[in-house]
């Protein structure tokens, strides 16, 4: 089995450390810092996380590359900065992405163009998410991420 990352932070699943462990490091730092003993929060698991169904279903000719699952559009709502880290850590996703495309080749990724202009929807790669994220809140429209991986013999993806 393949180890997935957080749903809602940094690392795999399998690395949160024991809650009790969790609690002992937070009262250290508290009590270092001069903050009042509180109670230590829990990440939301992601089968609680109310997640408004997509707005927009990929096309059949576009089904291979794209994902709509819960896993998929939660990790793909926010990105890793400590604000986005928090709201998903407890569950906030006001406006999660729709779908996740991944396109295999330059093919691929002019349907998926296509599509999205076809359907109004927006297409948002990964080098512009941190600027838009901060903005998500307000986003009323489709959003489908575009996740390109390196391809094979290169060392980046290029989008001209």
Same mark, same amino acid.
């Given at each position: 089995?393949?180890?997935?990352?957080?749903?809602?932070?940094?690392?795999?699943?399998?690395?949160?450390?024991?809650? &009790?462990?969790?609690?002992?490091?937070?009262?250290?730092?508290?009590?270092?810092?001069?903050?009042?003993?509180? &109670?230590? &929060?829990?990440?939301?698991?992601?089968?609680?996380? &109310?997640?408004?169904?997509?707005?927009?279903?990929?096309?059949?000719?576009?089904?291979?590359?794209?994902?709509?699952?819960?896993?998929?559009?939660?990790?793909?709502?926010?990105?890793?900065?400590?604000?986005?880290?928090?709201?998903?850590?407890?569950?906030?996703?006001?406006?999660?992405?729709?779908?996740?495309?991944?396109?295999?080749?330059?093919?691929?990724?002019?349907?998926?163009?296509?599509?999205?202009?076809?359907?109004?929807?927006?297409?948002?790669?990964?080098?512009?998410?941190?600027?838009?994220?901060?903005?998500?809140?307000?986003?009323?429209?489709?959003?489908?991420?575009?996740?390109?991986?390196?391809?094979?013999?290169?060392?980046?993806?290029?989008?001209?």
């Amino acid at each position: 089995m393949t180890r997935r990352r957080k749903h809602w932070g940094w690392g795999f699943e399998d690395q949160q450390p024991p809650h &009790e462990q969790v609690e002992a490091a937070a009262a250290g730092a508290r009590a270092h810092l001069g903050l009042p003993p509180a &109670e230590v &929060e829990r990440p939301v698991p992601l089968d609680s996380i &109310e997640l408004a169904p997509a707005r927009l279903d990929p096309p059949d000719s576009l089904a291979h590359i794209c994902a709509t699952d819960r896993y998929a559009r939660v990790t793909h709502s926010y990105g890793k900065s400590y604000r986005d880290v928090v709201r998903a850590f407890r569950g906030r996703f006001d406006n999660p992405t729709d779908v996740v495309v991944r396109p295999a080749d330059d093919a691929d990724l002019e349907r998926v163009l296509a599509w999205c202009e076809e359907a109004g929807a927006w297409l948002i790669a990964p080098a512009a998410t941190c600027r838009l994220d901060a903005r998500m809140a307000i986003i009323t429209s489709v959003a489908v991420r575009l996740w390109l991986a390196t391809r094979a013999g290169s060392s980046q993806t290029r989008i001209e």
